[in-house]
């Protein structure tokens, strides 16, 4: 299958998805999630309408943000983030992976300074594996609680990745887990610019996320194909 055609595959299968939910699907974003690809794929699929962009780690993402012949591309932060690396992020894209005080703590730090504010997402381990990073749901009231005195962040969602099993059931709880904290942090009010952004789903189960509320699906490899 070429680019093309999987790109529209996955565009019918997300409006399937909605439809199905009884969503609208403006409120679905679907984020290309390109690491490991050329950049010259990146524009291949930009060409046919692509926006967003994901990538996992910080030097690849802006490798490809400075080499794109594309303009106006949004591009998103989907990997964990050493604190050591906040310096390079280059203002205006969403990171997607906040989930611990000493990153808040180098977050605010780093855009404070210069006047700035930063757009992130706060990721929560809602399948509670050990390997996974993101904070623990019984710890994230915490966090918030935390990152809420930092001006220069600016939390407008949640993001969670399920567990990489066929139970459809276990994947849609941990998908419910995640829209039950952001109505919770959504009532509480504590973030200013909170716009309850759900970024969960990937190539194996962006169907699921939809049904449970998704916002930004991250699909990779339906899209570009395997990663070598
Ligand atoms: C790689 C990655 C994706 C995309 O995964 P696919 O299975 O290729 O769709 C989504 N989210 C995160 C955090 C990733 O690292």
Same mark, same amino acid.
């Given at each position: 299958?070429?680019?093309?055609?999987?790109?529209?595959?996955?565009l019918h299968e997300i409006a399937d998805a909605a439809a199905a939910a009884g969503r609208k699907l403006d409120d679905i974003h679907l984020?290309?999630?390109?690491?490991?690809?050329?950049?010259?794929?990146?524009?291949?699929?930009? #060409?046919?309408?692509?926006?967003?962009?994901?990538?996992?780690?910080?030097?690849?993402?802006?490798?490809?943000?400075?080499?794109?012949?594309?303009?106006? +591309?949004?591009?998103?932060?989907?990997?964990?983030?050493?604190?050591?690396?906040?310096? +390079?992020?280059?203002?205006?894209?969403?990171?997607?992976?906040? &989930?611990?005080?000493?990153?808040?703590?180098?977050?605010?730090?780093?855009?404070?300074?210069?006047?700035?504010?930063?757009?992130?997402?706060?990721?929560?381990?809602?399948?509670? $594996?050990?390997?996974?990073?993101? !904070?623990?749901?019984?710890?994230?009231?915490?966090?918030? &609680?935390?990152?809420?005195?930092?001006? #220069?962040?600016?939390?407008?969602?949640?993001?969670?990745?399920?567990?990489?099993? &066929?139970? $459809?059931? &276990?994947?849609? #709880? #941990?998908?419910?887990?995640?829209r039950?904290?952001? $109505?919770? !942090?959504?009532?509480?009010?504590?973030?200013?610019?909170?716009a309850r952004v759900l970024?969960?789903?990937?190539?194996?189960?962006?169907r699921?996320a939809i049904a449970e509320g998704a916002t930004h699906v991250?699909?990779?490899?339906?899209?570009?194909?395997?990663?070598?």
């Open positions: 299958m070429s680019l093309h055609e999987n790109y529209e595959r996955i984020i290309a999630v390109s690491k490991m690809h050329p950049v010259n794929l990146v524009d291949e699929l930009a #060409a046919f309408g692509q926006i967003d962009f994901g990538e996992n780690r910080i030097a690849e993402l802006i490798e490809k943000k400075n080499t794109t012949t594309t303009a106006n +591309l949004r591009w998103h932060l989907i990997g964990q983030l050493q604190t050591n690396k906040v310096k +390079l992020l280059p203002s205006g894209l969403l990171l997607h992976t906040l &989930d611990r005080e000493s990153l808040a703590d180098a977050l605010n730090r780093r855009f404070s300074e210069c006047g700035e504010t930063i757009d992130a997402l706060i990721q929560v381990n809602c399948s509670r $594996e050990t390997q996974k990073s993101g !904070v623990m749901p019984e710890a994230f009231d915490k966090l918030c &609680d935390y990152i809420a005195r930092f001006t #220069a962040i600016r939390v407008k969602g949640l993001m969670t990745m399920a567990e990489h099993t &066929d139970d $459809e059931k &276990d994947v849609r #709880a #941990a998908f419910a887990l995640l039950s904290l952001s $109505e919770r !942090v959504a009532s509480r009010g504590i973030f200013s610019g909170f970024s969960m789903g990937m190539s194996g189960d962006f699921h991250r699909i990779g490899s339906a899209i570009f194909g395997t990663r070598s």
